[in-house]
């Protein structure tokens, strides 16, 4: 529940960041973020091998890729923000406002993800946070429909994000299949009691 009512604190602020900043703000802010993600993917295998002498620890591998995506981050957030004057002249009228905060939203759901691969990451030693994970429904939602932004991730995490997902979806298949045999086993005795 926690972690229900923190993801959406995050997608409601973001909304409420992207409806004040406008579109062209959000639009470029997401595309910072996206290539941000991109030349991290593209350039850790380099930095990793740099800063490593075999594949290193999941944790050392993480912290990296971290590292190198803040770096980028910043860099073109400075790039971005030397050209603010003149994308505050570029206004939509009355769609900049609601159509950034869509798309902030669509920042906010990125966020999500970065900090539900975060909390998979721990989970794997917490107990307490893994059991709160399976008990989350804003968790089963992430895991199945914004899988897709793990293309952004080298291959280290998509592996945990793809044995996640496979997991979830063989209990929601188990759990589906019980709840049919369930309804199954329910009808003839409703089919009994309406022919007494």
Do not use: C, H, W
């Amino acid at each position: 529940m926690i972690i229900d009512v923190a993801f959406l604190i995050i997608l409601t602020l973001f909304f409420l960041l992207g409806y004040k900043k406008g579109f062209i703000f959000e639009f470029f802010g997401i595309f910072i973020t996206l290539l941000s993600f991109y030349l991290s993917n593209m350039l850790y295998p380099f930095v990793s091998a740099f800063f490593t002498e075999d594949k290193g620890t999941y944790l050392d591998n993480a912290k990296i890729f971290a590292g190198i995506t803040v770096a980028i981050f910043v860099i073109l957030f400075i790039v971005l923000n030397l050209f603010k004057r003149f994308l505050k002249l570029i206004k939509l009228k009355r769609l900049d406002n609601i159509l950034g905060g869509f798309l902030g939203l669509v920042k906010g759901s990125f966020l999500v993800f970065i900090v539900f691969i975060i909390l998979l990451l721990v989970s794997k030693t917490d107990q307490k946070l893994r059991t709160t994970m399976k008990e989350s429904i804003s968790v089963n939602i992430i895991s199945t429909y914004l899988y897709s932004y793990s293309d952004l991730f080298p291959e280290f995490i998509k592996d945990t994000l793809t044995e996640y997902k496979q997991n979830n979806d063989e209990k929601k298949f188990r759990n589906d299949i019980l709840k049919e045999l369930e309804n199954n086993d329910e009808k003839p005795k409703v089919e009994n009691e309406n022919n007494r």
